[in-house]
């Protein structure tokens, strides 16, 4: 069943230049000023079952090269059960892509800002604490978005395509850690010595953001950054050969993954508004 939406009866997804995808419910729309347009919808669902049935019948199609701006909370617990591995990565895929272009859109704005704030600037002086950035030209080096190739590799590789343990019980989908006792979930494989933990998120878009800043602020990925900026002419993934102890082998998933699956595509994808239909009476 659908959560947190009680009022919410119907949803159209509006594509450019794409017929519209409707709710059955549409029929019963009573007044035009019961419909707004809102930039992305959360929401929740047990099964994998409800998931699709949902994404089906909003039209969502990763092949129509837009995206609904559906920002689910968390993995349904059973996407594991799925047998069909195609279909098991394609619904992860439509997950998190939404997810994802949202976080890449905050950075931009934020990027945007930066670009006209002048040297002496107040709000500069926060970004670049925030960044731990030591002057404007490194700031903008780091506030840029994460290539979606890269983002959905790495959440397939550290998440097992949404079907770990860690994935399901922590909304972690890209294998962070924490020193802070209690704040995560313990390896059951974790030394007696040790004291890490994998972090837990409160929902998916949190797990994205945290990611994002990560691989924006990391020392550890400063080779990345100089990458993605131009400053090196060599494969973005080198750049996050310390991302996992596995080191070279670990780059060379990531490209597997991208290439195998055409991760690289759905660079060009395009967030669709969403129209909420409100409908009064109905039970």
Known sequence: MLKKIAFI????VVFANVPKFKFEFVQFF??????EYVELLELEFESYVEVEEFFNKIGYDLAAGVVPMVILKRL????????DVKKKKDLFVKILLPIIIKV???IYEEREKIVELPENSPEL???????KAKNKQELLEKVMPIPVEIALAQAAIESAWGTSRFAIEAN?????????????VVPKERPEDEIYEVRRFPDLLSAVRSYAYNLN?????????????GKINKPLADGLIFYSQRREEYVREIKLIISANRFAMLNEHKAAPILLAYIGGLR
């Open 9 to 12: 009866l119907a949803i159209i």
């Open 104 to 106: 890449n859109k905050e």
């Open 76 to 83: 349904p617990n059973d996407l594991g059960q799925i047998n």
């Open 217 to 229: 602020v990391s020392p550890f990925y400063r080779e990345f950054r100089a990458i993605r900026s």
């Open 125 to 131: 002086s926060r970004y670049l604490t925030k960044y």
């Open 30 to 35: 009573e007044q035009e000023e019961q419909t």
């Open 172 to 184: 972690n989908i890209f294998g962070e850690l924490t020193f802070k006792p209690g704040n995560g």
